[in-house]
């Protein structure tokens, strides 16, 4: 018959293993964690614009801000937005749109508007035609769907490019422009007007 301690010892050593089963167990169940969202994950072919809802109304506060760093490539981009009604500079005209843009350190613009008033098929085929009779303008090979009718351009004035997105989707016209370094980029510019149209949504 063991002693009184070698049995305690046998028991100690018993738990001890047991233990050690149930935290090995714990650890290799234990779930791995959710992997991190990155900035402009989202590009438009991943999104149905045939049946996608713009809001003709302020929108920017929506755009996640990881985004706007990501397409400017800087984290405290310069910003500035307008509201229907507002005035344009000091002439007496005034906005119709809903818009906002962000300008980074090396000059790389991201922007996004909205028209406030209605779009009709037939105003949106002429905003169409008239963004393509642009001069430097030609259309953005390889473009996503981005409403109906729209157009995709890039367009280069005064040795820079812009690269831009235009679109009917219901009666709201959404336009989302890259310009810049960036600008070479088209897979970017998809995805900022990814982010814009999610967020106007």
Known sequence: MPSPSRAVLALVAALVATGGAVTAGVALRSPEPAPTSHPLATRLASIDTTTAVVRREAWCDDLAAAD????VDDSSPKASSWANGDPLGASRDVAHEF????????????????????????????????AQAQP????????????????ALTCTADGATTLSYRGLFGDAWLV????????SEPDLADRWCASVLRAAG
Request: hydrophobic share 50%.
């Open 99 to 130: 818009g906002c843009s962000w300008v980074g350190a090396s000059g790389v613009t991201a922007a996004g508007w909205v028209f406030a008033p209605p779009v009709t098929v037939a105003r949106a085929d002429e905003l169409v035609a008239s």
């Open 176 to 183: 989302c422009t890259l310009g810049g370094a960036t600008a």
């Open 136 to 151: 430097g303008c030609s259309p953005l090979a390889g473009a996503a769907a981005f409403g109906s009718p729209a157009v």
């Open 68 to 71: 706007v760093h990501a397409a």
